[in-house]
């Protein structure tokens, strides 16, 4: 079996959310594949960057890993941290990506698309509303 790794940020900007929507149709977060030298925080700002436009800083304490199947014999890690953006310039990278924005966190819930990422997310979130409370 292949192994892949992914890293990505669910990049949070007060109480909303940047989503992407895939050109295959579903709704996420913005990740992509680790490239030789990398950590997986400067993989996670890349692809943020790449995918979004969006220049983000990683908030520590928060990393989770997703493990899935995307086609057969290729097993995927994906890293998620959680951060906040930098700059707003939203810019699409459409070869890969049709819409990005910034949802509130109930339509975030609503518009996932996949089971674990939805159940990623709410541990973000959960990680994300303790440190408004601190």
């Not at 990398?38 to 436009?53: I, L």
């Not at 990506?97 to 819930?109: L, M, P, S, Y």
Request: charged fraction near 35%; glycine fraction near 6%.
């Amino acid at each position: 079996m292949k192994h892949e790794k992914s890293c990505g940020i669910v990049v949070f900007k007060e109480d909303k959310v940047l989503l992407i929507h895939h050109n295959l149709g579903h709704w996420g977060f913005p990740k992509g594949h680790v490239e030789l030298g990398e950590t997986e925080e400067e993989t996670a700002r890349r692809e943020v960057f790449e995918e979004t436009g969006i220049n983000a800083s990683i908030i520590e304490g928060f990393k989770e890993k997703i493990t899935y199947c995307p086609k057969e014999g290729i097993e995927k890690d994906v890293y998620f941290f959680v951060g906040k953006p930098i700059d707003n310039n939203l810019v699409p990278q459409l070869s890969e990506v049709c819409e990005v924005n910034f949802f509130d966190i109930d339509e975030t819930h609503k518009l996932i698309t996949y089971e674990d990422e939805k159940n990623m997310f709410k541990k973000a979130e959960k990680f994300y509303k303790s440190l408004k409370n601190r």
